[in-house]
């Protein structure tokens, strides 16, 4: 989902491997929108059962990225003007040429003669009746600066990716200079902050010194965040000398604490007609304990993993030339997936990943067509 390229000139392949995890998952998650996110589809009882279910396991796929962030790049090897350059070129033009077309897409609709229904088919968050004019996808362009549209909600991981590679280098600073000790004492304070969103919700809206005029800056603030996920990556990267079966034992344990308290708090929250949209996220937010269960779970199990076929090292290395591309894209075939699911008639429990890997391998088969036809110029398109 990131830019990044291994530093370090031997491949990590397990890195490899998990990053094409992580972006199944994210792929996935975006196809269990029409099961949690569609009225319809809510007031169905089977497709909020699956829809809990695959939504729940799903969680570590962004801080996964997040995670291989840190380990490959802290502590930031290049002086921060370089490093600046490299890194927030190759995600910003891609970003805001796939942002644009995300944004045009209503416009195009209508001048192809095509009913607004059409658009919510592609874009669950689209909404019942989507404007085509092209007044209000100019609109949607000129926001592009402050922030992702209903039809481009994947593109938040962008800003927040942006910002964390603007912090790198203040961040790495700190890291170079800091012990073991001191990394933890760190990340203790961060595990702290997991905690918060349900605090605000089951105990008081501000805390901790937030108040109306403070509503942000708690005492924690400064340890909150993705910020932590780059440090535990960073921390967790020279793994560990755990057998495998102690290693699947304590994740397994790890997971299926995480899951439940996810899927028992998620179904709880989207079965209630009254529940927010804030309150339908609580436990699917990534920075919460039960996401970071499922999380470092999952991360040190693939650690674990070894692969000496060349074939299979290249399939994986090739994902991760083309993962930007294929997170770019990606929106785009999540709702013509369904439509293939629905003329298939596939069962609903296996509709999800069933629309995952046609929507997978369609936007790997075009963002590898890009870069076989434009060679020199599809990174600055596809990243």
Known sequence: M??????????????????????F?????????????????????????????????????VPLFVMLTGMLLLP????????????????????????????????????????PSVITKFFVYAGDSPSQAFSDSLHNILMIPFNFTPLSTHMWYIYMLVGLYLFMP??????????????????????????????????????????????????????????????????????NDWSISKTLLISGALFAVGYAITYVGFGKMVADPKSTEEQIELFFLYCTPNVFLMTISVFLVAQKIRISSPFWINVFANLTKFGFGIYMVH?????????????????????????????????????????????????????
Not at 8 to 22: G, H, K, M, S
Not at 27 to 43: E, G, K, M, Q, Y
Request: net charge positive; with cysteine.
């Open 76 to 115: 930031v090897r290049q002086e921060i003007g370089p490093f600046y350059k490299k890194r927030l070129t190759r995600v910003i033009y891609p970003f805001l040429i796939w942002s644009v077309l995300y944004s045009l897409f209503p416009w195009f609709t209508g001048v192809l003669g095509l009913e």
């Open 170 to 239: 203040i961040f790495s600073a700190w890291i170079k200079e800091a012990t073991d000790k001191q990394k933890r004492m760190y990340l203790y304070f961060w595990g702290a902050t997991l905690f918060m969103p349900y605090l605000h919700e089951y105990v008081a809206k501000y805390m901790l010194g937030s108040c109306p005029w403070n509503g942000s800056f708690d005492m924690l603030y400064y340890f909150a965040g993705f910020n932590g996920y780059l440090l535990l990556g960073h921390y967790l990267s020279k793994g």
């Open 2 to 23: 990131s830019s990044i390229s291994n530093p370090i000139p031997e491949r990590i392949v397990w890195a490899d491997v998990l990053r094409f995890i992580a972006m």
């Open 331 to 383: 929106y785009f075939l999540v709702g013509p997936s369904f439509m293939v699911v629905d003329f298939l008639k596939v069962p609903i429990p296996i509709q999800i990943p069933v629309a995952a890997s046609i929507t997978f391998a369609g936007a790997w088969l075009f963002t590898a067509l890009v870069y076989r036809l434009l060679p020199t110029k599809a990174k600055w398109i596809m990243g």
């Open 25 to 61: 998952m994210v792929i996935s998650v975006h196809c269990t929108d029409p099961f949690n996110i569609s009225p319809a589809a809510r007031l169905n009882p089977e497709y909020n059962f699956w829809g809990t279910i695959y939504g729940s396991v799903l969680r570590p796929c």
